[in-house]
């Protein structure tokens, strides 16, 4: 996330105004408060986990000042659904080869490099683990996936419209069993899953939509 050098011009002196929790203009201070803010919270996640995630330290951390941390955040779980946004608006745009097993191929491992990446596998961890018992953090977990989901799509749709899937295939559900795998391997084994896992993955996901499993309707 880049920003503007200096601060944003205005009408006359005074304090900047703060955003709600979440929002943000572009460049300016702003972006560049809630870039290191919301990189010092994703180190806290990752290292320490949510038990652990505090306003103050994070605001310390990113060398703002509590005030502002805690006038545009509000609380831990407003500063995780703004985390988890900021995650979901930065991941990689989908992949597209020409065939829906290889467009899968791509988005199976891509999740296995995230679930493999230390700091971002840690950071998923925490959050999942929040989410377990903290409906706001599952809120903002469940809008981070909606939005991927969302992103892949399209593989799944262009996919039936060159006929290599059946009408009526339920696109969300086919990216949805590309990944759930994955994720029940390293939540159960402790370990992210290989290359290996991540083909496996993508391959049983098209066999499954091509016999027809996830149409929809009819």
């Known amino acids: 996330m880049t920003a503007d050098p200096g ?3 205005g009408p006359g002196p005074g304090p900047e105004p703060e955003p709600e929790p979440g929002s943000v203009r572009p460049g300016g201070r702003t972006a560049r408060v809630r870039a290191a803010v919301l990189r010092a919270a994703g180190d806290v996640l990752a290292e320490q986990g949510f038990a652990h995630l505090d306003l103050a330290d994070v605001a310390r951390r990113a060398e703002v000042g509590r005030t502002t941390v805690y006038r545009r955040w509000g609380s831990v779980t407003g500063l995780v659904a703004d985390l988890l946004g ?5 991941s990689l745009p989908r992949t597209e080869t020409g065939s829906v097993l290889g467009d899968l191929r791509a988005n199976a ?6 679930l493999a990446d230390p700091r971002q596998g840690a950071l998923f961890r ?7 018992c903290d409906e706001r953090t599952a809120t903002a977990l469940r809008r ?3 939005v991927r989901v969302a992103e892949w799509a399209p593989c799944v749709e262009q996919a039936v419209a060159r006929g290599e899937l059946p009408a009526g295939t339920d696109a969300g ?3 949805r069993a590309v ?3 994955l994720y029940y391997a390293w939540l159960t084994a402790g370990v992210a899953p290989d290359v290996a896992a991540a083909e496996r993955a993508a391959a049983a996901a098209v066999a499954a939509a091509r016999s027809g ?3 929809v309707g009819g």
């Open 213 to 215: 499993v996830f149409v």
């Open 179 to 181: 990944s759930a795998p």
């Open 109 to 114: 491992a891509l999740v296995r490099r995230t």
């Open 7 to 9: 601060s944003e011009p």
């Open 86 to 90: 900021d995650m979901a608006e930065q």
């Open 173 to 175: 559900e086919v990216v």
């Open 144 to 146: 981070f996936y909606d």
């Open 126 to 132: 925490a959050v999942i683990a929040a989410a377990a």
